[in-house]
């Protein structure tokens, strides 16, 4: 059991890039969820989902895309990086609507010069 | 909107000192509280949550009360170890019949580091 995964773990961009960040979950968790960690600020929610097919933004969607065609993967993908998102990225899952005990994964580190 | 506002950090005691990490809350209805610790290079864990007024939670060592009069949930620690030097977030979560769909909202975080 390998919790919430996520891939890449470190990831340099140059402005104009693309490229998506993968997260898996292996609890059968209904609810999933992207978060920005920056200095400061806490953790701000990008986008999320409360099941296969569907998906809603959340605090900070600007510049980012998901999709979640299969429950156990949520995707976030960034079309035209910029440097504002530069930043940790933390996908995180739940097994029920009230968000008790999110699971989180160990973060992907993007830097976008 | 909701919000979470936690004592301004960084955080520096001597082992087997008491903490307290203060946070105070924002929101409409009646909210789950958490808290959260992240080590160096790790992502989120939880480390305790109370779900309704007057609750404790806990754990490590650690606790919470949920107060609903102060609007509160300051985490508390009699004897801190260099293994508690961590960030640690408050954060809360809407009511269950809620349209949040179980979004959590985070504090800023309170960098706690324990010396020998």
């Known amino acids: 059991n390998a919790g919430v995964t996520q891939t890449p773990k470190f990831r340099v961009l140059k402005t104009g890039q693309s490229m998506t960040l993968l997260c898996a979950q292996d609890?059968?968790?209904?609810?999933m969820y992207w978060y920005r960690q920056d200095p400061g600020m806490g953790l701000r929610l990008i986008h999320y989902?409360?099941?296969?097919?569907?998906?809603a933004k959340g605090e900070v969607p600007d510049g980012y895309n998901v999709s979640r065609l299969k429950k156990q993967n949520f995707l976030l993908g960034l079309e035209s990086a910029a440097p504002s998102q530069t930043s940790v990225y933390f996908c995180?899952?739940?097994?029920?609507?009230?968000?008790?005990?999110?699971?989180f994964g160990p973060g992907t580190r993007l830097t976008v010069t | 909107g909701d919000s979470v506002t936690q004592m301004e950090g960084p955080v520096t005691l001597s082992e087997e000192a008491f903490l307290t990490i203060n946070c105070t809350y924002t929101?409409?209805?009646?909210?789950?509280l958490f808290w959260y610790v992240q080590y160096p290079g790790e992502g989120l864990q939880l480390l305790l949550k109370?779900?309704?007024?007057?609750d404790k939670g806990s754990n490590k060592g650690f606790e919470a009360t949920y107060r609903k009069e102060t609007t509160s949930f300051h985490l508390e620690k009699g004897s801190v170890q260099v293994s508690d030097s961590a960030v640690y977030f408050c954060?809360?979560?809407?009511?269950?019949?809620?349209?949040?769909?179980?979004?959590?909202?985070f504090g800023q975080g309170t960098i706690l580091t324990v010396h020998p």
């Open positions: 995180a899952s739940s097994p029920d609507r009230d968000g008790h005990e999110q699971y």
């Open positions: 609890m059968n968790h209904e609810y």
């Open positions: 989902s409360v099941g296969e097919g569907t998906t």
């Open positions: 929101a409409t209805g009646y909210p789950s």
């Open positions: 109370a779900t309704k007024a007057d």
């Open positions: 954060a809360l979560s809407d009511l269950p019949g809620g349209t949040s769909y179980g979004k959590l909202t």
